[in-house]
Every structure is written in structure tokens, then in C-alpha cells.
């Protein structure tokens, strides 16, 4: 089936972010579990896409659900997962994970070293940043092994505010190292692809609904696809303003797309 939104041609597929988009932290967006289901009955394929680094697959699709969603494994496109596809790609892949203790649970099947890792996996481990786990890591990296990280987002909303993402740590352990990272989420042209494949859609047909203007909307536009802004989660006016990223369409809420799409 083929939507026409404004100046959004033949989108068939849509692609949304889960965190300021569906819910923010425990709280639900208003108006978002009836969205979705709106917009899945009518027929449009969906997946939901997420940099989440602190939750295990199984984790992270109890806490959708247990929100009042009703989203499959098979419709979840997370980084971390995104991040094991590339390792089992690589021989022998020896990491060392810089991830939450639940993420881990995805990556045992990996040989692990705090000193002669051939990866350094790094998504959002919380209080646990140091200098000397810094140092660690950038000792790691001089000696050769790739920097790998989930995603490199600025900052994002919890329920108690803005908060510093992995982005900055991730941009001084490539400054320290003349090194450069692999970025594995959002906004990766290839993580895009991923969640593509799995709809067997092509960029142009395929619209990602986001509340980060950069990793969201530009990288979505950067892989083709066409990017709708929410003004909610960590959505700023002025932020956006200043962005050299410009929407294809900006919307309150994901409560208004079944309006936008007549259904």
C-alpha cells in the first residue's frame, strides 16, 4: 500500500525511533500506542529502530511491550544487534565490551580481553566512565584494535532532563588515538540498509520518524530515505534551527501521522 504525505511521494514503509518518539523513558508518548496500531492495521510496514546500547534484545522488546506496545523481535532493529552482525562477519573478533551489564549478555559468544582486544565495543555504560578506563582503552586502540561504537549520539532525554551520550567519549578516544570509529547505529547509512532489507523496501519508498534531527533525519536522508522530526523527546527548537538538516516534514507528536496519512 502507498501513502502520499505532503511532499513525501510513494512512501510504503515507515521507520520509528523507539526513545522520544514512542515513550521517554517509562512514560509513553500520549496519543503513540495508538499511532502505531493505527498505522499497522492500515497496512504499512513498520520497524522500529533504536541506539539504545543498555538493554539485551529480550530486554529491550519486554520494555516496549510492557508499555503497552505490541512490537515482535523480528521489527526490532537495535545498534547492538547491528554490532553483532559485523563481528560475526569478522575471524575471530576479540572484544573487549564497554556495554551494560544486560547488553553483554547478546555478545558471550565472543572471545573477551581487556588488553589485547582486537575490538573495543562501546555503547552506554552510565557512572562507569574514568580516565583510567579512558587510558585503557586508548592503550588498546594504539596498538592496533578498532574502535567500534554503537552509535555517537550528542545527548538524549530521560525523564529527569537532558543528558551527555557516548558521542563525546567516543570523539576523544578517536582525538587521543588518531583513530577512527565505526559507527554502527544511527545515523550509519549501513544500519539504515539493515532495517531496509528487513522490509524488502528501497530508501525512496521509506520514511524514518524521529526525534533526533541529526542521527534520525539526517542520517535517514543520507541513505535515501525521507526524515520526519517529532517535536517531542529531546527535540529543541533552537538546536534544530541551527541544524544544517532540514526535515522532509516536522510534526508535533507521532500521535498526528495517522492524521498525515488519511488513515
Not at 27 to 56: H, K, M, Q, W, Y
Not at 116 to 136: F, P, R, T
Not at 232 to 259: C, E, F, H, N
Request: charged residues 25%; neutral net charge; hydrophobic residues 40%.
Amino acid at each position: 500500500m502507498i501513502f502520499q504525505m505532503n511532499n513525501l511521494p510513494k512512501i510504503k514503509g515507515l521507520l520509528f525511533d523507539l526513545d522520544g518518539v514512542l515513550y521517554v523513558g517509562s512514560r509513553v508518548i500520549e496519543g503513540a500506542i495508538d499511532a502505531v496500531e493505527r498505522i499497522r492495521a492500515s497496512g504499512i510496514p513498520c520497524r522500529f529502530v533504536t541506539n539504545t546500547s543498555t538493554l539485551s534484545l529480550d530486554s529491550l522488546q519486554q520494555k516496549i511491550n510492557s508499555l503497552g506496545f505490541s512490537i515482535s523481535k523480528r521489527e526490532l532493529i537495535s545498534a547492538p544487534q547491528a554490532a553483532l552482525l559485523f563481528l560475526k562477519q569478522q575471524p575471530d573478533p576479540v572484544c573487549r565490551l564497554l556495554l551494560s551489564e544486560d547488553a553483554k549478555r547478546d555478545f558471550m559468544e565472543f572471545r573477551q580481553s581487556d588488553t589485547d582486544a582486537k575490538y573495543i565495543i562501546v555503547g552506554d555504560i552510565g557512572d562507569a566512565w574514568s580516565y583510567q578506563l579512558m587510558n585503557e582503552m586508548f592503550n588498546c586502540l594504539i596498538k592496533g584494535a578498532q574502535l567500534i561504537a554503537i552509535h555517537k549520539n550528542r545527548f538524549w532525554q530521560t525523564e529527569g532532563g537532558l543528558q551527555m551520550d557516548i558521542g563525546g567519549f567516543v570523539d576523544a578516544l578517536e582525538y587521543a588515538s588518531n583513530s577512527k570509529a565505526k559507527i554502527i547505529g544511527k545515523p550509519s547509512s549501513d544500519f539504515f540498509h539493515i532495517a531496509l532489507s528487513t522490509m524488502g523496501l528501497q530508501p525512496d519508498e521509506v520514511a524514518i520518524i524521529g526525534d533526533d534531527i541529526d542521527s534520525d533525519v539526517g542520517g535517514g536522508q543520507q541513505a535515501g530515505l525521507k526524515g520526519i522530526l517529532v517535536k517531542t523527546g529531546k527535540y529543541r527548537q533552537a538546536y534544530a534551527k541551527t541544524s544544517s538538516v532540514k526535515p522532509d516534514l516536522v510534526i508535533d507528536s507521532v500521535k498526528d501521522m495517522p492524521r498525515i496519512l488519511k488513515i
